[in-house]
């Protein structure tokens, strides 16, 4: 690529960016959020098409202009996006082979579809049928799916948009593994990530780019680069930690929670919060860890007005007095504030700009008599797009333009506007650039020194080590331990992590039905045998 230049209405996204990718090679881009990255590659992909930018693209030694995904898919290139391309409610085949179907006169053939769907399974290392809903499937194995469909149109240079950003280690490491295996069979890799060490363990070349602009090539083949070096290239300077110096000054406790009992919302007997116990104190950042499907999110979710799952026993005392907060608006009102993990099923509407989306969860804070101060709203949209150094025009850009990290950003100027006393970060960093994470990691620590409580959810525990006073641990819906900074280490925590509850699932039933069973027979309005599934209450955060 040469000479690559691309510009939005008021934005200029890619100034003369060059980029060489040799056969074969594992290729890394680097930079922070907003650099240009995922703009880039969908210039080589095709979903910029030839002629909204300037410059040349060589593949193979020829020049291409595409000017949509299919061409540069029948050239063997595919692009798999960070935001996964799949539909949930089709089977796995069907989304191997979406758009391209195998077909015998004229009509589906799926006796084909499904051996060969199944051949390509088992060349990313899934056992599952092919005729599997997508949405009956992890993350994990969702995102080897999107690479068994570009394996079916025959990939020459496969690009990954941040593949690990929503993975566990477990599933990371095994897409790592998958990546070097396609290397072998001669495909060309490149890849996007924020994920250092995993760049520095796989990739043979990254190029690094910065504010629009490409700044280096570095040859992982000459000699190692560790991820001192890499930073150093995209932030312009070295940073000498990755976490701020904190001291924290912790006070009394504020919240607690006590045997907090939750049923999953489509499966009553399934509890995915069980007896959990915990609390927080003023001016302390507590993290939970677990891996993926330990019940972090639900529990969280859970807590936050009831806006997950089946509520069936439980206490929470906010401040020494018992808090039943049986909706999201009670919850914002006691001080509580969540910050999704999927910020944008969950977390934004995309319809909206930064403006509207930053003062959305507490209108009444700038509401005269139920109508909305313009100016109040302006003025506080700009003193946090300044405070979070959020990249963009105005605040009048609209959410859905934004890059990935300076999305989070906004979502985390909308929970930051009600004032909290607790804020839950649900996956905080998630997709964020190691510049922004020590932004990010200041706020949280100016937060607790105010005196305000903090719950930092995260799969990477080298973050939660760093920035967490006290870390609970997660395994199958119970708490398993908690410890305090000085006693954590990664193997502690993990074996905490993975600590498997002694009782079998039938018991796990039959404890469900009996707190059930307990439970009053009473209205929704009291917090008791309230389901409310994940997609009802998506407005609510």
């Not at 394996?151 to 690009?159: P, R, Y």
Request: charged letters at 25%; proline letters at 4%.
């Amino acid at each position: 690529m040469n000479g690559i230049s691309k510009t939005f209405p008021g934005v200029k996204a890619l100034s003369d960016v060059t980029l060489a990718v040799r056969r074969g090679d594992v290729h890394a881009i680097c930079g922070e959020n907003g650099a240009g990255k995922s703009t880039l590659m969908k210039v080589l992909s095709g979903v910029h098409p030839h002629g909204s930018y300037e410059g040349e693209i060589l593949f193979e030694g020829a020049p291409v202009e595409f000017r949509s995904i299919r061409d540069s898919e029948h050239a063997g290139i595919v692009i798999i996006h960070q935001e996964l391309a799949l539909i949930p409610e089709l089977s796995i085949a069907e989304n191997i082979f979406l758009g391209n179907e195998e077909t015998r006169r004229g009509a589906i053939d799926w006796v084909a579809t499904n051996n060969r769907a199944r051949e390509l399974l088992a060349r990313v290392g899934l056992s599952e049928e092919p005729e599997t809903p997508i949405k009956n499937i992890g993350v994990g194995k969702q995102q080897l799916v999107e690479i068994a469909k570009a394996l079916s149109k025959q990939v020459k240079l496969l690009i990954l948009d941040e593949p690990t950003a929503a993975l566990n280690e477990e599933d990371s490491r095994h897409l790592l593994g998958l990546i070097r295996g396609l290397q072998a069979r001669g495909i060309t890799c490149i890849m996007i990530s924020h994920k250092l060490n995993e760049i520095e363990e796989i990739a043979d070349a990254i190029t690094i780019i910065r504010d629009g602009k490409t700044v280096e090539t570095l040859d992982a083949r000459q000699g190692p680069v560790d991820e001192d070096r890499i930073i150093r290239g995209m932030v312009g300077r070295s940073l000498e930690s990755r976490f701020p110096d904190h001291t924290p000054n912790i006070g009394e406790t504020f919240f607690e929670v006590h045997d907090w009992t939750v049923a999953h919302p489509d499966v009553p007997e399934r509890l995915v919060a069980k007896g959990s116990d915990f609390f927080v104190r003023r001016g302390e950042i507590v993290g939970f860890a677990g891996l993926m499907g330990s019940g972090r999110t639900e529990l969280m979710r859970s807590l936050f007005g009831h806006s997950y799952g089946t509520f069936l026993k439980g206490r929470m005392v906010l401040n020494g007095k018992e808090a039943r907060l049986r909706s999201v608006p009670a919850a914002i009102d006691a001080g509580i504030a969540y910050v999704t993990e999927d910020r944008k099923v969950l977390g934004l509407n995309l319809l909206d700009d930064i403006k509207t989306t930053t003062v959305s969860a507490k209108l009444k804070k700038i509401a005269n008599r139920f109508v909305i101060n313009e100016r109040s709203e302006r003025q506080s949209a700009e003193e946090y797009r300044k405070a979070l150094r959020t990249k963009a025009p105005s605040i009048d850009y609209g959410v859905a333009k934004l890059s990935g990290g300076n999305q989070q950003k906004v979502v985390l100027s909308k929970w930051l506007f009600t004032d909290p006393d607790l804020l839950i970060l649900d996956e905080p960093t998630r997709g964020i650039d190691v510049g922004a994470k020590f932004e990010i990691y200041g706020i949280i620590q100016r937060l607790a020194d105010e005196g305000k409580g903090v719950i930092v959810v995260s799969s990477e525990l080298p973050e939660l080590l760093g920035i967490s006073d006290r870390i609970y641990t997660i395994s199958e819906g119970r708490i398993t331990g908690v410890l305090d900074k000085g006693e954590a280490d990664q193997e502690t925590l993990m074996r905490l992590m993975t600590a498997t509850s002694m009782k079998s699932r039938a018991a796990e039933r039959a404890e469900a039905a009996q707190v059930a069973a307990d439970t009053p027979d009473t209205t929704a309005t009291d917090g008791h045998a309230e389901a409310t599934a994940p997609e009802e209450s998506a407005w609510t955060s």
